[in-house]
């Protein structure tokens, strides 16, 4: 849970740069043509409150959270859309009902807003209809959209729309069955051309979790990008958090070279799997001339510089 914790608050971290944000959704939404203005972003309270059934006595109030949350301004300042992301570094099967209510919470709040500036104008006479709602004929909502950031390098398996969580039932019934679909970006289900489309050092964070379980080909993506030569520390502290690789890099730094933090990663694993095999060989020499299993764990600790606690459980991978 800690490690969780800690990829979740570098990636919301992250996601909370402005120019990082843009990128996301100019990559998302519009194919990497620099539509979103970082400029024209203006962060948003990411609590969401909403009191259902009006204002009224008889109202619950609900309140989430969520991850990042910016409100897009047209170069004229006008209010054209919310967006909003998701971090996820685990999957999340019942995504599609959390960001259903986080968007239809944050629509609700613009009807409760509506309706409040309603009350304070003088001379307007409501409709019966407009009364009732607070919202009157002319009132436009403001759209929004959630996007998804799955951070690990596996497939997303979970449901990509609320349809796909239902139990089976009658199609007659299933046709008006209201339905959600949420908008994912997940590395191991994007091709490099399209992870290409990103412009800032989002296009190496993902390019790394995709192919951070195979080190050869990671060592070749990053001598194919020049960017991996000299990354920023964020970013390289996100994919060192995220991908649990272990990457090793002068601190104070801002700038980090990956291609030599990714080819130093690799002999330490190549060393670590040299010492595995030193380590299964002695503990089955010693199995067969009848040491004990305790007698194995206390030689193993000696002779390979751990702990009586680490050789313990190095012995036990081994001992048949």
Not at 293 to 312: C, M, P
């Amino acid at each position: 849970m800690k490690k969780l914790g800690k990829i979740d608050t570098i990636t919301k971290e992250y996601m909370q740069d402005p120019v990082i944000f843009a990128n996301m959704f100019n990559k998302f939404l519009y194919h990497g043509k620099q539509v979103i203005n970082p400029d024209n972003l203006t962060a948003m309270d990411t609590t969401e409150i909403a009191v259902p059934y009006g204002e009224g006595k008889a109202g619950v109030p609900a309140q989430k959270y969520r991850d990042v949350l910016k409100l897009m301004m047209t170069d004229g300042n006008i209010a054209y859309c919310i967006l909003g992301c998701e971090d996820q570094s685990s999957i999340h099967y019942a995504i599609p009902v959390k960001n259903m209510l986080y968007d239809s919470m944050q629509l609700a709040q613009q009807v409760t807003k509506a309706a409040k500036s309603h009350n304070l104008e003088k001379g307007n006479k409501p409709s019966s209809g407009e009364f009732l709602s607070g919202f009157y004929k002319t009132d436009r909502l403001i759209p929004v959209v959630t996007l998804v950031i799955y951070w690990g390098p596996d497939r997303w398996d979970g449901a990509l729309s609320l349809k796909e969580m239902y139990a089976a039932a009658d199609e007659a019934v299933m046709q008006y069955v209201p339905d959600y679909k949420i908008n994912l970006i997940a590395p191991e289900q994007m091709t490099d051309e399209e992870i290409k489309e990103f412009k800032t050092s989002l296009k190496e964070v993902m390019l790394y979790i995709k192919y951070s379980k195979d080190k050869a080909k990671l060592l070749e993506i990053a001598r194919e990008h020049p960017n991996f030569l000299s990354m920023d520390r964020q970013a390289a502290e996100i994919i060192n958090t995220v991908t649990n690789s272990k990457l090793k890099y002068p601190e104070g730094k801002e700038k980090i070279n990956m291609c030599l933090a990714i080819e130093e990663m690799r002999m330490d694993s190549k060393r670590e799997g040299i010492r595995e095999g030193e380590i299964k060989g002695a503990v089955e020499t010693y199995q067969e001339v009848g040491i004990s299993l305790q007698e194995t764990s206390r030689r193993i600790s000696v002779k390979f510089n751990l702990s009586l606690q680490q050789a313990e459980e190095e012995v036990k991978k081994y001992w048949q």
